[in-house]
């Protein structure tokens, strides 16, 4: 069974950057997509991005379009997520998670693994 484990989170002003690792332990990932999602307080878990299992195929969801970039480093058995110009909106628990489907999705249930999430906040 593969377990995730998200690192990176913290506390970062408006405008800056912070990058999300990813690592999967019990088991390569490499034959899985890749999804990031968050979870903002009173709010329901929304998709962030996904990579393909090669790492050719990218999606993201538009509020962090030109702002967040995924990332996955199959020699390293990693997958990042690198935030720049953050928004205090931007404040959430952020997942890591695997799906088996042919593409990147955007849809939580298609995805298998979960990580325990690490948590983003962006002060104003």
């Known amino acids: 069974q593969v377990q995730l484990v998200e690192s990176g989170g913290g506390l970062v002003q408006a405008g800056f950057s912070l990058r999300l690792s990813c690592a999967p332990s019990g088991r390569t990932f490499i034959d899985y997509n890749m999804g990031w999602f968050r979870q903002a307080p009173g709010k329901e878990r929304e998709f962030v991005g996904a990579i393909s299992l090669t790492g050719r195929s990218t999606l993201y969801a538009d509020p962090v379009k030109g702002r967040f970039t995924i990332s996955r480093a199959n020699a390293k058995n990693t997958v990042n997520l690198q935030m720049n110009s953050l928004k205090p909106e931007d404040t959430a628990v952020y997942y890591c998670?695997?799906?088996?489907?042919?593409?990147?999705?955007?849809?939580?249930?298609?995805?298998?693994?979960w990580g325990q999430g690490t948590q983003v906040t962006v002060s104003s």
């Open positions: 998670a695997a799906s088996r489907t042919g593409l990147p999705t955007n849809k939580a249930n298609e995805y298998n693994y």
